[in-house]
């Protein structure tokens, strides 16, 4: 068996999103995605969500102005076995939701928090 010459064999801690107001983001992702807060950071303006898997989600406020391109950033996958029933609820909660992408063995959407972060869920067929 071959041995993990990767330096980092642990995974990812986790994936940090900028966002413009902390008590507003933080509001947004508990309520709109339900996720929930595992640590709050007043000094350093960050929340740390849990996200039912290995890699948390973090928000952290930036004094700078959130710049966001589909084409060149980074975004999290969130991964769920009932899209539909996500997507659905994500629209009537009023969330910039883009369509619903149905390929062979993949379904997928990309959805957008109140800084226009580019977020997308996806369910993989098995």
């Known amino acids: 068996m071959a041995q993990n010459k990767c330096l980092f064999n642990h995974g ?5 999103i900028r966002v413009s107001d902390i008590k507003e983001a933080r509001k947004w992702y508990c309520d709109v ?10 000094v350093e ?7 039912g898997g290995m890699t948390s989600l973090t928000i952290w406020q930036s004094d700078q102005p959130i710049k966001v391109d589909k084409k060149t950033g980074s975004y999290p996958i969130f991964k769920t076995t009932e899209i539909e029933k996500a997507y659905q609820q994500l629209k ?13 063995l993949l ?3 990309f959805f957008y928090d109140g800084d226009g972060n580019i977020l997308e869920a996806c369910q993989v067929e098995q």
């Open 12 to 16: 990812i801690d986790t994936v940090i």
């Open 33 to 42: 995605l339900g996720l929930t807060p595992v640590w709050d950071d007043p």
């Open 45 to 51: 303006d960050l929340v740390v969500f849990e996200t």
């Open 92 to 104: 009537d909660k009023g969330v910039n939701v883009d369509e619903l992408v149905d390929e062979t």
């Open 107 to 109: 379904k997928y959407f």
